[in-house]
């Protein structure tokens, strides 16, 4: 980090991003002497342009930011580091300084874990596949489970690749399903896993 090009001011623009969630939480300003106590205190530490100090995010919310990593962008004149937020970090209560939420999402997957929520909860007279399948109950949607699950496993003994990925859709499909009608949703399982690294 010695190459890093601060500004006239003598300060770098560091962009703040959940090492987990990979969203960007906020964008402070660091002169040498915060970069220095971010790496020695491994709590992120800024410059206050108004205040004309070192401030450590958190020390008064208790809000911190536990650092993970600092890189130089290809200019090396912004940082970007990750860290583990502790609660909110935006100053007016919200996970980012966007107004994001900060859950992690897993893209379509979490898109499509919101559709199959919408068709449950606003089935009507015209009943999508989904809401139709909730109707029978949860004995049906693990059965369906079941049966893909089988599909999968034949298609993966032949060797027609498009088969086997459209059952193995299915597969997914019908197990999102099963999991919110048990009251959950793939992150509770990513969790589990996540529990099992060593």
Same mark, same amino acid.
């Given at each position: 980090m010695t190459d890093i090009k601060y500004n006239s001011d003598g300060l770098i623009p560091a962009i703040i991003q959940d090492t987990t969630t990979k969203k960007v939480l906020m964008l402070g300003y660091m002169n040498a002497e915060?970069?220095?106590k971010t790496n020695d205190t491994k709590?992120?530490?800024?410059?206050?342009?108004?205040?004309?100090?070192?401030?450590?995010?958190?020390?008064?919310s208790g809000n911190t930011l536990t650092l993970i990593s600092i890189k130089n962008d290809c200019d090396n004149d912004t940082l970007l580091i990750e860290a583990k937020p502790a609660g909110p970090t935006c100053h007016r209560g919200t996970d980012t300084c966007w107004g994001d939420i900060n859950n992690?999402?897993?893209g379509f997957i979490s898109?499509?874990?919101s559709t199959i929520e919408d068709r449950v909860k606003n089935a009507s007279g015209?009943?999508?596949y989904v809401a139709s399948l909730f109707e029978k109950g949860i004995n049906k949607i693990a059965q369906k489970v079941g049966e893909e699950a089988v599909e999968v496993v034949i298609e993966a003994k032949d060797n027609n690749d498009d088969?086997?990925?459209?059952?193995?859709a299915d597969l997914l499909?019908? =197990?999102?399903?099963?999991?919110?009608?048990?009251? =959950?949703?793939?992150?509770?399982?990513v969790s589990v896993l996540k529990s099992r690294e060593k």
């Amino acid at each position: 980090m010695t190459d890093i090009k601060y500004n006239s001011d003598g300060l770098i623009p560091a962009i703040i991003q959940d090492t987990t969630t990979k969203k960007v939480l906020m964008l402070g300003y660091m002169n040498a002497e915060a970069i220095q106590k971010t790496n020695d205190t491994k709590l992120v530490t800024f410059f206050s342009r108004s205040k004309q100090r070192l401030w450590t995010k958190g020390e008064e919310s208790g809000n911190t930011l536990t650092l993970i990593s600092i890189k130089n962008d290809c200019d090396n004149d912004t940082l970007l580091i990750e860290a583990k937020p502790a609660g909110p970090t935006c100053h007016r209560g919200t996970d980012t300084c966007w107004g994001d939420i900060n859950n992690e999402s897993f893209g379509f997957i979490s898109k499509l874990e919101s559709t199959i929520e919408d068709r449950v909860k606003n089935a009507s007279g015209e009943s999508s596949y989904v809401a139709s399948l909730f109707e029978k109950g949860i004995n049906k949607i693990a059965q369906k489970v079941g049966e893909e699950a089988v599909e999968v496993v034949i298609e993966a003994k032949d060797n027609n690749d498009d088969l086997f990925l459209n059952e193995s859709a299915d597969l997914l499909f019908h =197990y999102l399903m099963l999991l919110q009608a048990k009251g =959950y949703k793939l992150n509770d399982v990513v969790s589990v896993l996540k529990s099992r690294e060593k």
